[in-house]
Protein backbone atom coordinates (compact mmCIF):
# COMPACT_ATOMS: atom_id res chain seq x y z
CA UNK A 1 0.00 0.00 0.00
CA UNK A 2 2.61 2.53 1.13
CA UNK A 3 4.76 1.69 -2.19
CA UNK A 4 1.67 2.31 -4.25
CA UNK A 5 1.12 5.62 -2.59
CA UNK A 6 5.45 6.50 -3.26
CA UNK A 7 4.55 5.35 -6.99
CA UNK A 8 1.62 7.98 -7.36
CA UNK A 9 3.65 10.73 -5.51
CA UNK A 10 6.71 10.23 -7.21
CA UNK A 11 4.60 11.10 -10.63
CA UNK A 12 2.91 14.00 -9.23
CA UNK A 13 6.25 15.40 -8.05
CA UNK A 14 7.95 14.72 -11.31
CA UNK A 15 5.36 16.65 -12.62
CA UNK A 16 5.64 19.88 -10.86
CA UNK A 17 9.49 19.68 -10.74
CA UNK A 18 9.39 19.40 -14.50
CA UNK A 19 7.06 22.33 -14.81
CA UNK A 20 9.24 23.88 -12.67
CA UNK A 21 12.66 23.22 -14.03
CA UNK A 22 11.56 23.93 -17.70
CA UNK A 23 10.15 27.17 -17.57
CA UNK A 24 12.28 29.63 -18.83
CA UNK A 25 11.11 32.67 -16.35
CA UNK A 26 11.82 29.87 -13.08
CA UNK A 27 15.02 29.78 -14.48
CA UNK A 28 16.10 33.35 -14.97
CA UNK A 29 15.00 33.98 -11.58
CA UNK A 30 16.86 31.03 -10.24
CA UNK A 31 20.55 31.79 -11.84
CA UNK A 32 23.08 33.63 -10.27
CA UNK A 33 20.61 34.88 -7.48
CA UNK A 34 21.74 34.31 -4.17
CA UNK A 35 25.35 32.92 -4.68
CA UNK A 36 27.04 31.38 -1.92
CA UNK A 37 30.75 30.30 -2.78
CA UNK A 38 32.54 27.39 -1.44
CA UNK A 39 35.11 29.39 0.44
CA UNK A 40 32.27 31.48 1.87
CA UNK A 41 30.40 27.98 3.03
CA UNK A 42 33.03 26.49 4.27
CA UNK A 43 34.01 29.47 6.35
CA UNK A 44 30.65 30.24 7.82
CA UNK A 45 30.02 26.37 8.26
CA UNK A 46 26.57 25.55 6.09
CA UNK A 47 25.41 22.11 6.36
CA UNK A 48 22.72 20.39 4.06
CA UNK A 49 21.04 21.20 0.95
CA UNK A 50 23.04 25.03 1.33
CA UNK A 51 26.39 23.59 1.46
CA UNK A 52 26.05 20.97 -0.90
CA UNK A 53 24.76 24.00 -2.99
CA UNK A 54 28.09 25.58 -2.91
CA UNK A 55 30.32 22.47 -3.87
CA UNK A 56 31.00 20.99 0.06
CA UNK A 57 29.62 17.13 -0.24
CA UNK A 58 28.77 17.05 3.65
CA UNK A 59 26.22 14.41 4.11
CA UNK A 60 25.54 12.66 7.59
CA UNK A 61 24.24 10.22 5.77
CA UNK A 62 27.59 9.34 4.16
CA UNK A 63 30.00 10.64 6.84
CA UNK A 64 28.23 9.36 9.98
CA UNK A 65 25.78 6.53 8.41
CA UNK A 66 26.02 4.78 12.40
CA UNK A 67 23.47 1.95 12.01
CA UNK A 68 21.82 2.24 8.74
CA UNK A 69 23.95 0.13 6.31
CA UNK A 70 21.00 0.88 3.78
CA UNK A 71 22.93 3.94 2.86
CA UNK A 72 25.85 2.07 2.10
CA UNK A 73 27.19 3.48 -1.38
CA UNK A 74 25.20 6.86 -0.77
CA UNK A 75 26.47 9.92 -3.08
CA UNK A 76 24.82 12.93 -1.94
CA UNK A 77 23.70 15.20 -4.80
CA UNK A 78 26.22 18.47 -4.78
CA UNK A 79 26.10 21.63 -7.23
CA UNK A 80 29.26 24.30 -7.55
CA UNK A 81 27.24 27.47 -8.30
CA UNK A 82 25.54 28.41 -5.08
CA UNK A 83 22.87 30.28 -6.27
CA UNK A 84 18.94 29.50 -5.91
CA UNK A 85 19.05 27.25 -8.68
CA UNK A 86 21.89 25.69 -7.52
CA UNK A 87 19.97 25.00 -4.10
CA UNK A 88 16.46 23.84 -6.23
CA UNK A 89 18.89 21.56 -8.25
CA UNK A 90 19.88 19.24 -5.26
CA UNK A 91 16.71 19.19 -2.95
CA UNK A 92 15.17 17.71 -6.83
CA UNK A 93 18.38 15.35 -6.27
CA UNK A 94 17.13 14.53 -2.41
CA UNK A 95 13.46 13.91 -3.25
CA UNK A 96 14.74 11.54 -5.85
CA UNK A 97 17.18 9.79 -4.07
CA UNK A 98 15.05 9.85 -0.84
CA UNK A 99 12.09 8.17 -2.84
CA UNK A 100 14.41 5.75 -4.03
CA UNK A 101 15.56 4.93 -0.93
CA UNK A 102 12.42 4.81 1.08
CA UNK A 103 11.02 2.47 -2.16
CA UNK A 104 14.17 0.39 -1.11
CA UNK A 105 13.73 -0.03 2.36
CA UNK A 106 9.90 -0.72 2.19
CA UNK A 107 10.59 -3.39 -0.39
CA UNK A 108 12.65 -4.96 1.82
CA UNK A 109 10.57 -5.57 4.65
CA UNK A 110 9.71 -9.12 5.66
CA UNK A 111 6.12 -10.14 5.70
CA UNK A 112 4.19 -10.03 8.91
CA UNK A 113 3.80 -8.20 12.08
CA UNK A 114 6.03 -4.96 11.72
CA UNK A 115 5.43 -3.98 15.39
CA UNK A 116 7.51 -7.11 16.92
CA UNK A 117 9.46 -5.68 19.38
CA UNK A 118 8.13 -2.35 19.55
CA UNK A 119 7.20 -2.86 23.22
CA UNK A 120 10.46 -3.56 24.31
CA UNK A 121 11.57 -1.07 27.43
CA UNK A 122 15.16 1.16 26.60
CA UNK A 123 17.01 2.71 29.39
CA UNK A 124 19.27 5.42 29.36
CA UNK A 125 22.79 4.52 31.08
CA UNK A 126 22.85 6.73 34.21
CA UNK A 127 25.78 9.70 34.64
CA UNK A 128 26.13 9.80 30.59
CA UNK A 129 25.97 11.66 27.89
CA UNK A 130 25.03 10.87 23.97
CA UNK A 131 25.68 12.77 20.90
CA UNK A 132 23.65 11.99 17.84
CA UNK A 133 23.95 13.05 14.61
CA UNK A 134 21.40 12.93 11.63
CA UNK A 135 20.98 14.50 8.32
CA UNK A 136 17.63 15.85 8.49
CA UNK A 137 15.52 17.62 5.58
CA UNK A 138 17.29 20.91 5.61
CA UNK A 139 20.57 19.53 6.97
CA UNK A 140 22.66 18.16 9.88
CA UNK A 141 21.06 17.93 12.71
CA UNK A 142 22.26 17.00 16.26
CA UNK A 143 20.94 15.59 19.14
CA UNK A 144 22.56 15.55 22.79
CA UNK A 145 21.48 13.83 25.77
CA UNK A 146 22.90 14.00 29.57
CA UNK A 147 21.59 11.49 32.13
CA UNK A 148 21.46 12.11 36.03
CA UNK A 149 21.92 9.27 38.29
CA UNK A 150 18.85 7.66 37.76
CA UNK A 151 19.49 7.25 33.83
CA UNK A 152 16.71 9.96 33.20
CA UNK A 153 17.38 12.78 30.82
CA UNK A 154 18.40 15.82 33.16
CA UNK A 155 19.39 18.07 30.14
CA UNK A 156 18.77 17.89 25.96
CA UNK A 157 20.30 19.94 23.54
CA UNK A 158 19.27 20.02 19.52
CA UNK A 159 20.98 21.85 16.73
CA UNK A 160 18.79 22.28 14.12
CA UNK A 161 20.60 23.00 10.34
CA UNK A 162 19.08 26.45 10.54
CA UNK A 163 21.78 26.96 13.47
CA UNK A 164 24.13 26.83 11.28
CA UNK A 165 22.84 28.41 7.55
CA UNK A 166 20.72 31.65 8.34
CA UNK A 167 24.43 33.67 8.30
CA UNK A 168 24.19 31.79 4.85
CA UNK A 169 21.10 33.50 3.76
CA UNK A 170 23.08 36.72 5.42
CA UNK A 171 25.62 35.90 2.78
CA UNK A 172 23.54 35.05 -0.20
CA UNK A 173 21.56 38.53 -0.18
CA UNK A 174 24.93 40.87 0.11
CA UNK A 175 25.06 43.11 -2.90
CA UNK A 176 21.49 41.38 -3.82
CA UNK A 177 18.36 43.67 -4.73
CA UNK A 178 15.82 43.60 -1.94
CA UNK A 179 13.01 41.78 -4.68
CA UNK A 180 15.32 38.66 -4.25
CA UNK A 181 14.75 38.15 -0.36
CA UNK A 182 11.53 36.17 -0.94
CA UNK A 183 13.47 33.42 -3.57
CA UNK A 184 16.74 33.61 -1.56
CA UNK A 185 14.95 32.97 1.94
CA UNK A 186 12.91 29.96 0.35
CA UNK A 187 15.72 28.70 -1.12
CA UNK A 188 17.69 27.89 2.35
CA UNK A 189 13.68 27.21 3.58
CA UNK A 190 15.18 27.79 7.57
CA UNK A 191 13.47 27.83 10.49
CA UNK A 192 13.19 30.22 13.14
CA UNK A 193 12.27 28.33 16.06
CA UNK A 194 15.08 26.03 14.75
CA UNK A 195 18.10 28.45 15.35
CA UNK A 196 16.67 29.50 19.12
CA UNK A 197 16.99 25.93 20.01
Not at 17 to 46: C, H, Q, W, Y
Not at 76 to 89: L, Q, W, Y
Not at 93 to 120: K, M
Request: proline share 4%; aromatic share 8%.
Amino acid sequence: ELLSGLAVSRAELKNALDLMFDEPSVLDRFENTGVVTAETAKSIGLVGVAARASGLGIDARRDLPGLLTSFAGFTPEVKTDGDVFSRAAVRRGELRSSLNQVESILSALPDGDACAGAGEKFELKPESIAVSVVEAWRGEMCYTVITDSRGMMRQVKIVDPSFHNWFGLAMALRGQQISDFPICNKSFNLSYCGHDL
